[in-house]
DNA sequence: GTCAAACTAACACGGGTGTGCTACTTTGAG
DNA sequence: CTCAAAGTAGCACACCCGTGTTAGTTTGAC
């Protein structure tokens, strides 16, 4: 057989290309003929890769948690664990040019997956990612006693996952609210007011 | 002349149609076509009270500044400052089979002035405004007395804000993962924990 | 009743889309 | 070297889109 090992790489690489297509043009842009062209192929060649636009648009969304998940995974390795706690979340916001282009792509995905059933079980998992992270590292701060007593983890998980996701609506599609600092000292500054004094 | 006084029933319906196509089908199933359709038209009458589309879709989006405007105005009529804060805010966010529609468009049209320019003025005013209610009815609080000592109004109103806008995009791509009382209740759960205790 | 304006309707044009299909080129295992 | 698979490329079909244009119908002021 032929570049076996190039399959993979490409398929990535057109999940990339899915994304900067549509931090450029939103969803629309990603078409088929779109996306070939952005990265210099045929259409016939992105469909020998990618049968459907469907399959496409799903990979691209699949590879787009893996990469923030590997981010995630990344940020807990701070020894710190306030720091810790802080650099996951983070990553959880569009605060470099890199990332503004994959949540813009995420949030188009999302929108999307109100809609076409095909993007709905990742889209819902991803959601359910975030929660479960959230909750995860509120916990870890109970455990070890950095938690201040009177917040209820689950309440604070609703309110802190709403905050996370409200801040990275307002960073993609109003970025003239908040400046990307203004929002990282905002995050900080939420998580200094969960923590017992020192 | 003939129908003046329709002339803007006309527009506010085919705004309202433009509402109920996209919570059905996106931002896509709001064309010119489509709305023609869905309300018993032909396309040329669309264009009658639309030159184009852009049109169609920056009125069906002022429509929805203003009804929502009004509904935040009404709620203003409520006689306790408690009530008051939390009836205004409950304003933002999709509790009613009516309003959530009303959003979905809401966060089509939003999502899409991140390329369309045509829309982006409106959409950019629109969060300047829920900002700006925030802001006042925090300032409303502190005036009063009620809100407790420690909260900055500015860093408060950023986080509520954000905190109101991921609920609204939870509310609405993710409908699993908060039902409307737990976000009703949620945000209840939040107004309480500013005001001075009793 | 007249008539201009408001309103409704239908067609055609050019363009973009997803997809199916076929043919050509490159590659690397045997 | 052979040759089957991987990869690339291009075309054609049917569909939907926004829009321009033209024509017919209804309405209400005068």
Not at 77 to 95: G, I, K, N, S
Request: hydrophobic share 45%; charged share 30%; no cysteine.
């Amino acid at each position: 057989m032929a570049n076996t090992i190039d399959g993979e790489r490409r398929r990535r690489e057109l999940a990339e290309t899915v994304w900067r297509l549509i931090l450029r043009g939103g969803l629309p842009a990603a078409s088929v003929r779109g996306v070939a062209e952005e990265a210099g192929l045929a259409t016939g060649s992105v469909r020998h890769f990618f049968p459907s636009q469907a399959e496409l648009h799903n990979f691209a969304m699949l590879e787009l948690m893996a990469t923030v998940t590997e981010r995630v995974r990344a940020a807990a390795q701070t020894p710190d664990v306030r720091e810790r706690a802080r650099a996951m979340l983070e990553e959880l916001l569009p605060f470099t040019d890199r990332t503004h282009a994959e949540f813009a792509a995420y949030l188009e995905f999302l929108d999307r997956s109100r809609i076409d059933t095909a993007l709905e079980p990742v889209a819902s998992e991803s959601v359910r990612a975030a929660r479960e992270l959230v909750v995860t590292i509120l916990t870890d701060l109970r455990t070890l006693g950095m938690l201040r007593p009177e917040i209820d983890v689950d309440t604070e998980a609703v309110r802190l996952h709403a905050f996370l996701d409200g801040l990275m609506l307002q960073l993609l599609v109003a970025p003239d609210l908040n400046s990307r600092q203004q929002a990282r000292d905002a995050l900080a500054g939420w998580l200094e007011a969960l923590e017992v004094k020192a």
